[in-house]
């Protein structure tokens, strides 16, 4: 087990533009969350999946954001219309239970 | 609502001291865990250790101590003989019992020194 896979490592992309990011948990852990950790400060919680569904998410996570894991393996967070404040690391972590959480290497956004 | 406060934006210690980075919250759960967590440049959050408000020994891993201090709310992380390999930021995070989600500080840069 290779630990918890984030695609891609950065992305830059344009105002107003669609992105996606791909998150591989490890293969045994069936809870998911995903953070946003911005420059200077802790990460913040987005959102949350046990197995395929999704149990709860942040007053963060506006409309223009949606996440998704179809079959409770991998898992997409897309962002629509991308505005400058969504420049941030997006964080990925895994974990069977309530045990400890396993991030991944995060994927950086910048907006240009 | 909870709240992690981390007062020490950066630390700089010669290697091979000790150093000790502070941590405090805020919870009106008896019942709760607080973890440390370690971020290097490339930005993989490396989980370091973790207490449960109900141990009653401080936790330790490696080099790694928890200084838990229950009543005044404080979860301060001591690491031991520092190497130049700690230099990275350092998270403190919260969990209580009725949620998923981490609640982490703002996080403090240590530095090592030659």
């Known amino acids: 087990d290779t630990g918890v896979s984030q695609d891609p490592r950065h992305k830059i992309t344009k105002r107003g533009q669609n992105v996606t990011f791909r998150c591989d948990p490890i293969?045994?852990?069936?809870?998911l969350y995903w953070y946003r950790q911005t420059l200077g400060q802790g990460p913040e919680f987005l959102t949350y999946?046990?197995?395929?569904?999704?149990?709860?998410k942040s007053r963060l996570l506006s409309d223009r954001f949606s996440a998704e894991r179809p079959k409770g393996s991998f898992s997409t967070l897309e962002i629509q219309r991308t505005e400058q404040g969504d420049s941030a690391m997006y964080l990925c972590?895994?974990?069977?239970?309530?045990?400890?959480?396993?991030f991944g290497s995060g994927t950086r956004l910048t907006v240009v | 609502a909870q709240k992690i406060t981390q007062t020490q934006p950066g630390m700089f210690v010669q290697e091979k001291e000790a150093v000790t980075l502070d941590c405090t919250y805020d919870?009106?759960?008896?019942?709760?865990?607080l973890f440390w967590y370690k971020q290097p440049s490339s930005g993989e959050m490396i989980f370091l250790i973790y207490?449960?408000?109900?141990?009653?020994q401080n936790a330790t891993e490696g080099r790694y101590s928890l200084n838990f201090q229950k009543a005044r709310k404080s979860a301060n992380l001591v690491i031991s003989a520092s190497q130049l390999g700690d230099s990275a930021m350092y998270f403190c995070?919260?969990?209580?019992?009725?949620?998923?989600?981490?609640?982490f500080g703002q996080g403090t840069r240590l530095t090592i020194n030659p």
């Open positions: 207490q449960g408000s109900y141990d009653e």
């Open positions: 995070a919260m969990r209580d019992p009725g949620a998923q989600k981490l609640v």
């Open positions: 999946f046990q197995n395929e569904a999704q149990l709860e």
């Open positions: 293969s045994e852990h069936n809870r």
């Open positions: 972590a895994s974990s069977l239970g309530r045990g400890s959480y396993t």
């Open positions: 919870t009106s759960d008896q019942s709760y865990g």
